[in-house]
Structure formats: C-alpha cells, structure tokens
C-alpha cells in the first residue's frame, strides 16, 4: 500500500536530511506508529506519502502508483484515497460539524444526494450522532478530533494518516480516538499515525517504526514506544 | 482592496482607450487629407480658358505631381455645403458663386509640396496656393503627442493595476488558506480550488472595463466632438460613435485577460501544493 525504497529528503533550509535512505514497507490493512522526537522525520514521512514534498532520492509508491511518475494534475485523485488528521484539527469554524464533514465531499464534486446519505452514516461512526450542529467552538477537543476523522473517512480513503492525533487531548479522550482509529482499521483502512504518546504505543502492540534523525532505526511488529524507559 | 484594483483597471483601461481613439482620430483626418489632395491651386474670379489650360498642363508636367483633379464653382459649393452642414447658418449666407474654382493636386511625396507650388503660384490665373496639409501637421502632431500621453500614462497605471491585482488575490488567497488548505488535502482539483480567486478579480476587471468604456462614450462627446470640433471646425473629419462601439470589446477583453492572467500567475506562487 505504501513502499518507500532509499528514500532520502533534505529540505533546502537545511543542511541534515529530513529522512536519510528509508527503506520500509506498509501492507493494505495494517496499523502502524511512526514514533521518534521532534524533528525525526515523521511529519516528512506523511507530507511525502501525500506528494506535499518530492523526495531527494529514491522511489514511493502509494495505492500502486509510484509517485515521481504521477503528474500533477493527478495528485488531486492520489489525495481523494488518503484521508489526514492533524494534531490540530483544522476545522473550519464558521461551518457546522455536519458542513465540515460535507465541505470534503462538495469540494470533489460529490452529488448532493450522496452528501446527504454519508455525512450522516459517518458522524454516526465516529459518536456524534445529535451534533451535527454544532460550531466547532462548541465541541470538546475529542469531539473535534472526531469531527477531523470524519472528515477523513467520509470518502472512504484506503489510507488513513494521523499526525500527531492526540497530541492535544487528555489521556481519557486520546483512548476514545484510539478506539475510533482502531475501528476505522478494522474496515480495512491501512493507518498510519506519527504520535509522540507511549502510553498508546504500548497500550495497542501494533507495528512501530521508530525514526531517529531521519533514519529507521526500529521496526517492530506488536510492538512498544521504546527499549529503555 | 477588490475596489482599488476596480479603480486603477478602470483608470488604466480608460487612458489605454483614450490613446486607441486619438490614434483612430489621427487615422480619419490622415485618410482624409493625405489620402485626397495636399495642395489646393485656387483659381482667380477672372481666370480665362487659355489660363486654365496652361496651368493644368503646368502641373501635369511636373514629375512630382500624381494626380491633378479640377474642382469648379459649383463643386466648391457642394464640398462647403457638407463640411459645414452642422452650421445652416452660414451655408445659407454664402453665396454660391463666392468659392472660387480650384485645382486640386496628389503628390507622388508630399514633402514636395514647396517645389510644386512655387512652380504654378506665379502663373496668370493663380490667385493662392495653399499646402493644406502643411498646415495639419502641426494637428498631427498636436493629436500624436497625446496619443503617447496617454499610451504612457495607460501603462503606468496598468503597471499599478497588476501590482495591485497580484496583492490582491495574494491576500484573499492567504485569508482562505485554512478552506483552500483542507480542500488540497480532501483531493480538490487546481481548477476547483483556483476559480473562485480568478472569477472574483476578472468581475472586478470586468466592472472597471464597463466604466472605461461608459468614458470613451464621453471622451468622443466632449473632447472630440465639442473640444476639438469647437477648435478645428470643418477642416476635419472626426471619429463617429462606430469608432466607440469598436474600442469596447477590446477594452472589455484587455482587462479581463490582464486580470485572469495575473491572478492565475499569482495563484501558481501563493496557492501552490
């Protein structure tokens, strides 16, 4: 589903690579953490799976089609299989859960009447059934997480990427999102999720790549924040 | 801000209009004039026969002349009677018989007016030679310099006008960046995401090139048909409202392209995956 091969990125500001010769491969369905400090290269990870950055070197390929190959005008239909979620949200405020989620539908050009049929089907999956309108400002900061998840999934994407997800909720709440994704993994969804949270590393034993300065330094199936704590 | 662009586009187009009129001004007063005669041979009220003849085979004979055309009395009259139609009055109290008769000669180069006329201004039955067209020159002149004018003044103020449209949709596209962000990441087409910015700053230019245009409108009913008509008379022909309507479209247009292109350049830097 999602294959890097040597794959090296050095941002122009910078003289150290973002990512140094990563190798790694992602089966369709898995669930994976992408763990490492600030700066390891996780966010450089995700940005080159949604073609938001070219690496320096080496080849990607997602859902099948190597990347460098792909032209531009058809990165739009590479994006319409990935879904994101952020650490922040990015809800847009003066819209209401049910437009947020309707807003990544409209702007694809989906029919009106599938709109209507799977925003709700999907703010059902994700708990906020009887919130649909609310202004984001309205919602906690799990709510609107999943408000964000939502998003992500209402078109169905075969590839979810998390970054940093609970980065900005309490323990309790970042267990409801685990859930969520978790959920969202067992429809078939591969997930990708950089965190810097052990307790959730550890709690869910699933597959770990550990990034340190840009290169892999772990890959562990069922597997935990760290060796040394 | 979408209202300053409207402005400096109205400006801007207005000025550019203003030049392509005058320049057609200066086309229909150069057909007219250089295209007919550059030098009028008026005929004394006594000229005999034998006087005629002499002076016309006086000017077919030059080299430097192209074509000699004979204007009688009556003619004269006629080519009175259309120029100054907009003044009854005075076509009324002039009496038929008063224009006198003329040759009217087309030079081959019309530089070579001074040749031509010094060798037929002292023949019996010659009472003035006139170089009309000399004489225009100096409109010509006068009509060109403002033409570039407002060629200069036009590029300047369209220079401000893209600086302003690049500004312009560089911040809409910054204030919508949490929209346009979300819509990247959803999967949104260029075009998608792009249309509404160009749409938005070509209405603007669309609306400053419907102002420009409702001043050429002006611009041929008060300088050109009460300024320069009040200042030249019938010694011109002018531009008529065909010559408006002809200018709008390419106004139109001129601004339309101005602003899609430079928002769509903009929007390539500043809305960029």
């Known amino acids: ?229 | 801000m979408t209202i300053a662009s409207v402005l400096t586009i109205w400006i801007a187009l207005t000025f550019l209009g203003g030049a392509w009129l005058f320049n057609k001004q200066i086309d229909a007063t150069k057909d007219y004039w250089f295209g007919k005669i550059q030098i009028s041979v008026f005929l004394t009220k006594d000229v005999t026969q034998t006087e005629r003849d002499a002076i016309s085979a006086q000017l077919n004979s030059l080299p430097q002349v192209d074509q000699v055309f004979y204007e009688s009395k009556a003619e004269a009259y006629q080519h009175f009677k259309e120029q100054f139609k907009s003044v009854p009055q005075l076509v009324k109290n002039t009496d038929p018989s008063a224009l006198p008769e003329s040759y009217r000669v087309k030079l081959k180069d019309p530089k070579k007016f001074q040749i031509v006329a010094s060798a037929v201004q002292n023949m019996p039955g010659v009472d003035q030679v006139a170089a009309e067209a000399q004489a225009l020159k100096k409109i010509f002149r006068l009509f060109t310099g403002i033409r570039n004018g407002m060629l200069v003044v036009a590029l300047a103020v369209l220079v401000a006008s893209i600086l302003l449209i690049f500004n312009n949709v560089r911040l809409a596209a910054f204030s919508r960046r949490r929209e346009t962000g979300i819509m990247r990441l959803v999967g949104a087409s260029d075009v998608y995401i792009q249309a509404p910015f160009i749409l938005e700053i070509t209405v603007a230019a669309l609306v400053g090139g419907l102002l420009a245009s409702a001043l050429m409108f002006a611009i041929k009913a008060v300088i050109v048909d009460v300024g320069l008509k009040s200042a030249f008379g019938g010694i011109l022909t002018y531009i008529g409202w065909g010559a408006v309507w002809s200018t709008i479209p390419y106004l139109l247009l001129a601004g339309v392209l101005i602003a899609a292109v430079t928002a769509f350049g903009t929007l390539q830097r500043y809305l960029r995956v």
């Open chain 1, 1 to 229: 589903m999602i294959r890097f091969q040597s794959v090296t990125k050095v941002y122009a500001t910078s003289g150290r690579p973002a990512l140094d010769d990563v190798t790694v491969e992602i089966e369709k369905g898995e669930f994976v953490f992408l763990v490492g400090q600030s700066g390891s290269g996780k966010s450089t990870f995700l940005r080159l799976v949604l073609k938001e950055e070219k690496p320096n070197r080496g080849q990607i390929w997602v859902a099948g089609k190597e990347l460098a190959r792909l032209s531009h005008w058809k990165v739009p239909a590479l994006r319409r299989q990935i879904g994101t979620v952020f650490q922040d949200f990015r809800l847009l405020p003066n819209k209401t859960v049910r437009e947020n989620v309707a807003f990544a539908l409209e702007v694809i050009g989906k029919p009106r009447h599938t709109i209507a049929q799977v925003v709700p089907e999907v703010l059902d999956l994700v708990g906020l059934a009887g919130k649909e309108d609310r202004m984001p400002d309205q919602l906690s900061g799990g709510e609107q997480q999943r408000v964000a998840v939502a998003r992500a999934f209402v078109n169905r994407p075969m590839i979810l990427l998390a970054d940093e997800p609970t980065g900005n909720l309490d323990p309790t709440t970042s267990v409801g999102i685990m859930r969520l994704l978790d959920r969202i993994n067992r429809t078939g969804t591969t997930v990708v999720m950089a965190t810097h949270d052990s307790h959730i590393v550890d709690s869910m034993r699933r597959r770990v790549i550990e990034l340190e300065g840009g290169k892999v330094t772990r890959d562990q199936s069922r597997g935990v924040y760290g060796y040394a704590r």
